[in-house]
């Protein structure tokens, strides 16, 4: 049974020691010396524990661990040593191992950290199958955090290590490199799994604005405030808070923030009573914090509570080919939504992505793909797709006939808008290309001319303008 089933991976005359206890106290071991008959073993049996030396020939822990991102409820990974040092514990730790031991092994060390009860009680070891959480069905898929590079490995095993706890995590990186998606990674991996996940941009609304959303208010408390209105803090009671960039936060809701960390007490504006509140709080910055520490513009004293486990997000252009996998999930996503025909990447679309700096980080991935996927057509995507000049995506001597048989993003039925063209000839000038790509947008975009100046590339003041032309023009949008 799984519960009863132990990995090592080990030469066999450094475990064989502790087997005849294991198999007095009911449970089986199995023996693999390489990645692959590991792998296969845990995928069939399940085992609860795995213990394995770092390396051996052919043969690394570190590799294991980095598959454990590929496969659901991982078990939790010992790993024992002959000659161990702090460094390589650390190291170790970090990409997601549950401990770090000295040999030799011995049994009484093991059965402390057995289950405690047989398999005959499915329930009883739940707690110990696995260091990763445990996800409802259809939430790892929802929250998929995709990259190989081990930095990306590093900070997804150090995740999953501590989304069981109610430890506050400190998620840092430059915009756009997902760092709330890994706060509902965390969240969805938690065991407050079924309980509500609120996040506040602390940077998107004034300090009073702020304070009440936070902390709720009491009718009569200002101006407006014409009923009561519970906060997020209560709204996320028994749940997860995301505090989106946390530096903007003025420093006297700093001091109120410190006292919900500490106490777990909130106290609405306008009120004279104190609630008590049970929420995680998870909290993200795309600045230097201890340099902000250091400016005085934030409190050294709440840094110290938010930052118990710190999660620091590599830029994009630190991740290698984990570009060319984000980008093949994103394009083959967009091509789904949109009922459009799998595209792939041309030669020349590989080497301009893995050669772009990404300023935008993952975002801004995310937004050329989904621009490239309407404007490629039946594909393959090229650079001019990206649209990162839009005034001369493409050069005039191939926009003489692009649209022939509606070569632009399909055929001529899958270009949604009022102004479509098919002159006989083929042939569309530039101007009623970029006319037709406009409306598009906007049809993609259900009329949100934000969104679509985003997806064009463009300014919104661009996009109105050229709106207002069209509508001199008679058309009606």
Same mark, same amino acid.
């Given at each position: %049974? ?23 106290? !009911?449970?089986?071991? #199995? ?24 390396? *051996?020939q ?13 496969i ?13 040092s ?6 170790? %730790?970090?990409?997601? @191992? ?16 057995l ?7 499915? &329930? ?18 929802? $929250? ?6 081990? @930095? ?25 490199? #997902?760092?709330?998606? $890994?706060?509902?990674?965390? /969240?969805?991996?938690? &065991? ?14 004034p300090? /009073?604005l702020?304070?009440?959303?936070? $902390?709720?208010?009491?009718? !009569?408390?200002?101006? #407006? ?19 989106? =960039? ?8 700093? @001091? ?7 106490? !777990? ?17 998870? @909290? ?11 400016e ?34 994103f ?7 949109y ?8 030669? =020349?679309?590989?080497?301009? %992505? +893995?050669?772009?700096?990404?300023p ?9 793909? =989904?621009?490239?996927?309407? +404007?490629?057509?039946? #594909?393959?995507?090229?650079? *001019?797709?990206?649209?990162? &000049?839009?005034?001369?995506? *493409? ?51 259900? !009329? ?19 709106l ?10």
């Amino acid at each position: %049974m799984p519960e009863n089933t132990l990995l090592f991976i080990a030469d066999p005359q450094s475990v064989t020691s502790v087997f005849s206890p294991l198999k007095e106290a !009911g449970f089986e071991a #199995g023996l693999a010396d390489n990645l692959n008959g590991a792998i296969n073993f845990i995928k069939k049996s399940n085992p609860c524990l795995i213990f394995t030396r770092p390396i *051996m020939q052919g043969y690394s822990a570190q590799a294991l661990l980095a598959e454990a991102v590929n496969i659901e409820n991982f078990p939790p990974v010992i790993i024992f040593s002959r000659n161990g040092s702090a460094d390589e514990a650390q190291k170790f %730790m970090e990409l997601g @191992a549950r401990d770090y031991w000295l040999e030799p092994l011995s049994w009484e060390k093991i059965k402390l950290m057995l289950p405690e009860k047989r398999a005959s009680e499915p &329930d009883s070891s739940a707690e110990h199958k696995s260091s990763s959480p445990q996800p409802s069905k259809g939430t790892q898929g929802k $929250f998929q955090i995709i990259g190989k590079h081990p @930095a990306v490995l590093r900070v997804l095993a150090l995740a999953k290590q501590v989304a069981k706890s109610k430890a506050t995590v400190l998620i840092s990186g430059e915009s756009g490199t #997902g760092k709330e998606m $890994f706060a509902r990674f965390l /969240h969805h991996h938690s &065991d407050r799994i079924d309980k509500p996940f609120v996040a506040i941009n602390c940077a998107a609304l004034p300090e /009073h604005l702020l304070e009440s959303e936070l $902390f709720g208010h009491e009718k !009569g408390a200002f101006t #407006g405030a014409i009923s009561r209105k519970l906060g997020k803090f209560e709204l996320a009671s028994g749940g997860t808070i995301l505090l989106d =960039e946390i530096t903007e936060m003025d420093m006297g809701l700093q @001091a109120k923030l410190l006292r919900v960390l500490q106490e !777990g007490q909130i106290d609405r504006v306008g009120g004279v009573e104190t609630t008590n509140v049970d929420v995680r709080i998870l @909290a993200t910055t795309n600045r230097d914090l201890e340099e902000t520490v250091k400016e005085g513009k934030f409190r050294q004293d709440l840094y110290y509570r938010l930052n118990v486990i710190p999660l620091k997000l590599p830029p994009l252009c630190k991740r290698g080919e984990d570009v060319m996998l984000l980008a093949k999930f994103f394009v083959d996503r967009y091509c789904s939504d949109y009922g459009l025909s799998p595209l792939e990447f041309s030669a =020349e679309a590989k080497s301009w %992505m +893995l050669g772009y700096e990404w300023p935008g980080n993952v975002r801004e991935l995310q937004n050329l793909m =989904e621009r490239a996927v309407l +404007l490629a057509g039946a #594909g393959p995507i090229m650079p *001019m797709h990206f649209l990162n &000049d839009p005034e001369a995506w *493409m050069p005039e001597s191939e926009a003489t006939s692009v649209l022939q048989d509606g070569a632009v993003s399909g055929t001529e039925s899958q270009i949604s808008g009022q102004a479509q063209f098919s002159p006989s000839s083929g042939v569309i000038p530039i101007a009623e290309m970029e006319k037709q790509l406009i409306i598009q947008s906007l049809d993609q975009t259900s !009329g949100n001319r934000t969104k679509a100046a985003e997806l064009l590339g463009i300014s919104v003041r661009t996009l109105r303008n050229k709106l207002n032309d069209y509508k001199k023009d008679g058309l009606e949008l």
